[in-house]
């Protein structure tokens, strides 16, 4: 890698970094929070606490690897969650390193290009957040990395420091658990498994070791216990098809125009299809959904493109396996036909890994197999014919990453945006902080509400005194109303925060990555306690 590579790919790491600090925090940074604080003040002691439900820490899955990270933030920066999104800096400037070094593997040439297009697209741009996929991601690819350097350099050292980020990472997020299989299927792919035994087992020890301490000290595996609270039928996994579709149609358009510049098509019918992408994803945020179809515009547009990235990524990985034109009978041992080999069984894991890791359907959970997607694209697109126009389509799928990229943040900045301000409009219309409680749980409110003073009220807390008032926020079409009915309550007021966007985002549970919305962005009715 030159200077001038490394200064863009850190340029690139910059962009999404400070992006990202100026977002609210989202679903599962509120509870993430209480983790990394409590680290911060008792890192010998990461579980030993109840969080505000009172619930033992040790029963909500929170691997701890990115929590001691943001708690020696907090230790550095104090309460400042726009200096904790900063400190996320190494961890994204990691990502687009090992996303680099990933695609001049296995696409020479058309690194840099990849990089940018994955780094800004909307499959991560938006998922950034303080949440745990984009940091294990960051991991688990550096670690496929150092181990496929360990294969060329014939390094033992290089497979255990493999082994040892690969162990990181699972303990970063457990869809990070994929490491130790995928470096197997390298290792015999190049004819090294004992190489990819030795990583793989690092990992696993390393992993293991952590969760015999979390046993010992609190009586039960940190793992084995989120495992056993997540029972799931394969009706449920079954259900999981429909949202991988619509998830992928809404974040890798990008994508689909780089699998099929590989597959041979003209240039000129490519850039079409971006700018009718562009338009379609257009239509899906201005024209209503309440007429006489009853088929969402969004399932039908990020349906359809779905459908086409899983056919594109299917011929271009028959396609991989083909000849050259003119190419004499293959040698079976033949690297770049071992590479084939690996790549398919690589994208399987990752299928495999949504499947049966992903308790519900989010944006998140596709990030890897994106990634993996990108890969064989890129690869098909590097040895196909030379092509002048190349380099013209390249650009025109980046800009379009991009845009979808900045539409995707734009609407995930919203909508969690309105969950915090609407803590600063309901004590506006209360007119004062003393005594006001709040129920919500899992989001921006919660975080916001307590540091703006609000007092949280469960069947664990003091009752309110009369004259005290009660915050509840809707959540996806309903009031939390958990436990605000044991008190004597009268509603006095709603209050309505809109938002700039006609969007509303389901990155973090949803069948795709946003939708159209009518009403308000967020909504709150204020009780008075009798």
């Given at each position: 890698m030159n200077r001038s590579s490394f200064l863009l790919l850190s340029l690139l790491a910059?962009?999404?970094?400070?992006?990202?600090?100026?977002k609210p925090l989202t679903v599962d940074d509120s509870v993430y929070y209480y983790y990394a604080a409590h680290i911060a003040e008792h890192p010998q002691d990461p579980y030993g606490f109840k969080l505000a439900g009172?619930?033992?820490?040790?029963?909500?899955l929170a691997p701890p690897a990115l929590l001691y990270w943001w708690g020696a933030g907090i230790r550095l920066f104090g309460e400042r969650p726009f200096l904790w999104k900063l400190w996320l800096w190494p961890i994204l400037l990691l990502l687009s390193l090992a996303l680099y070094a990933l695609f001049s593997r296995f696409a020479a040439g058309l690194q840099l290009p990849l990089t940018s297009l994955t780094l800004l697209s909307p499959t991560v741009l938006p998922t950034v957040n303080l949440m745990l996929d984009v940091p294990a991601l960051a991991l688990s690819l550096a670690a496929l990395v150092l181990f496929f350097r360990s294969c060329d350099r014939q390094s033992v050292i290089l497979a255990l420091a493999a082994g040892v980020v690969g162990g990181l990472a699972m303990q970063t997020k457990y869809t990070a658990m994929l490491f130790p299989l995928t470096v197997l299927a390298y290792g015999m792919s190049r004819r090294q498994g004992g190489r990819g035994v030795v990583s793989a087992a690092v990992?696993?020890?390393l992993f293991g070791a952590w969760e015999c301490f979390i046993a010992r000290t609190y009586g039960e595996s940190h793992f084995l216990n989120a495992t056993r609270s997540r029972g799931a039928t394969l009706g449920d996994k079954v259900r999981l098809v429909q949202p991988l579709i619509g998830i992928l149609g809404s974040t890798s358009a990008a994508l689909l125009v780089v699998l099929l510049a590989g597959l041979g098509w003209p240039a000129r019918r490519v850039l079409s299809l971006a700018g009718l992408t562009t338009v379609a994803v257009a239509a899906v945020a201005v024209v209503p959904d309440?007429?006489?179809?009853?088929?969402?515009?969004?399932?039908?547009v990020f349906g359809g493109l779905g459908l086409g990235v899983v056919v594109a990524v299917a011929a271009a990985l028959r396609r991989l396996w083909q000849l050259e034109p003119g190419h004499p009978c293959p040698d079976r041992r033949r690297p770049w036909e071992r590479v084939e080999v690996f790549l398919c069984a690589?994208?399987?894991l990752e299928v495999l890994g949504y499947f049966a890791l992903s308790p519900y359907p989010a944006v998140r959970r596709v990030i890897s197999l994106v990634v993996v997607a990108t890969v064989v694209a890129g690869r098909q697109l590097s040895r196909a014919a030379?092509?002048?126009?190349?380099?013209?389509?390249l650009r025109a799928a980046v800009g379009l990453s991009l845009a979808l990229?900045?539409?995707g943040y734009g609407v995930d900045f919203a909508t969690y945006d309105a969950e915090k301000e609407i803590v600063h409009v309901?004590?506006?219309q209360i007119g004062a902080r003393e005594g006001v409680w709040f129920v919500g749980h899992h989001g921006a409110f919660e975080f916001y509400a307590e540091h703006a003073g609000l007092r949280r009220r469960n069947a664990s807390t003091p009752r309110p005194r009369p004259g005290d008032w009660l915050v509840v926020i809707k959540k996806r079409g309903l009031y939390l109303t958990l436990f605000h009915p044991i008190d004597r309550c009268e509603a006095v007021a709603r209050v309505q925060v809109d938002g700039p966007m006609p969007l509303r985002s389901r990155y973090q549970l949803g069948g795709v990555a946003w939708e159209r919305h009518r009403g308000a962005m967020a909504e709150a009715i204020l009780y008075r306690v009798r």
């Open positions: 910059t962009v999404v970094t400070v992006l990202n600090a100026f009172q619930q033992p820490a040790n029963d909500v990992a696993v020890l309440d007429g006489p179809v009853r088929l969402p515009l969004n399932a039908v690589w994208l399987v030379a092509d002048g126009n190349r380099p013209m389509v990229g900045l539409v309901a004590l506006g």
